[in-house]
């Protein structure tokens, strides 16, 4: 039975570190079965941080070399969660 994986990226400074975050959701995008951004919004302006939840599938060494590489940029925080066997 293939684990089922989930990343939850922590971003700060949005603004800053979007596009690096983006490239490498495009770079892994095959990987990429569920996406879902969180952040605060309200009638006149952005959150500056927020979170995005990730569903993968595919070789497991891919996905969580995602999460390596999103954890490397200063800003973001990976919290992973692995289950089956």
Known sequence: ????????????????????????????????KTRLGLHEVNGTACAPGGVVLLEL??????????????GAIPGVEVQKMVFGH
Do not use: S, W, Y
């Open 1 to 32: 039975m293939p684990k089922h994986i989930i990343l939850g990226v922590h971003v700060t400074e949005r603004m800053k570190n979007a596009l690096e975050v983006q490239r490498l959701f495009t770079e892994h995008g095959c990987n990429i």
């Open 57 to 70: 599938v595919g070789e497991e060494k891919a996905c969580l070399a995602l999460g390596d590489k999103l």
